[in-house]
Nanobody
Framework: QVQLVESGGGLVQAGGSLRLSCAASGRTFSSYAVGWFRQAPGKEREFVAATTWTGSLAYYADSVKGRFTISRDNAKNTAYLQMNSLKPEDTAVYYC?????????????????WGQGTQVTVSS
């Protein structure tokens, strides 16, 4: 079992930056692959970024590639999403997710543990 809690969301102007955190508890976080997803009002939850349990590989959605960076600090049981050059279309609730496995995973259906979400709003 693992529990995930996101934080770091808020209101930011276009072109600004935010860093989201995902704190884990319950089991050894280093054993889990991690993903970030987002969901805007009226839209389906979409993939943003994912990393392996070692943090050595990462994969990004085309919409955020070059602007967002996923990372993890297993000693702190925490994963991060650094978001730079934010755009109004990045506005959404952002969720972190975890699962066992040695690869990275990009589908909502791949994950069995989810955080509660944190709101990110980018103003124009």
């Amino acid at each position: 079992q693992v529990q995930l809690v996101e934080s770091g969301g808020g209101l930011v102007q276009a072109g600004g930056s935010l860093r989201l955190s995902c704190a884990a508890s319950g089991r050894t976080f280093s054993s889990y692959a991690v993903g970030w997803f987002r969901q805007a009002p009226g839209k389906e939850r979409e993939f943003v970024a994912a990393t392996t349990w070692t943090g050595s590989l990462a994969y990004y959605a085309d919409s955020v590639k070059g602007r967002f960076t996923i990372s993890r600090d297993n000693a702190k049981n925490t994963a991060y999403l650094q978001m730079n050059s934010l755009k109004p279309e990045d506005t959404a609730v952002y969720y972190c997710a975890a699962r066992g496995g040695r690869s990275y995973y990009t589908s909502v259906d791949d994950y069995n543990y989810w955080g509660q979400g944190t709101q990110v709003t980018v103003s124009s």
